[in-house]
């Protein structure tokens, strides 16, 4: 099987979305909306000190990053 997701806050979530390429479109309420071209959907970040498993794996995969790009940024 893959390797272990590794849990982050939601703003280290968005700095590794960043240097994934990522840019911050918008932050409304506790949550960062980060955009890509060529990607048909916004990521949308919430501000927690810790996000959950499943929101971290969904967020990852609708990136296009496979769980160990998302933990070696």
């Known amino acids: 099987m893959g390797e272990n997701l590794k849990l982050c ?3 280290e979530a968005v700095r590794k ?3 994934a390429g990522w840019s911050v ?3 409304k309420g506790s ?3 980060l ?3 060529g990607f048909q959907w916004t990521l949308s ?3 927690h000190k810790e996000l959950g ?3 971290l794996r969904k967020l ?3 990136a296009g990053l496979a769980i160990d790009e998302f933990n070696n940024l």
Do not use: D, E, N, W
């Open 17 to 19: 979305f960043r240097k």
């Open 31 to 33: 949550h960062v909306m």
């Open 60 to 62: 990852v995969r609708q």
């Open 35 to 37: 955009t890509k071209s």
């Open 9 to 11: 806050s939601g703003a």
């Open 25 to 27: 479109s918008r932050q």
């Open 45 to 47: 970040i919430p501000q």
């Open 53 to 55: 498993p499943g929101l």
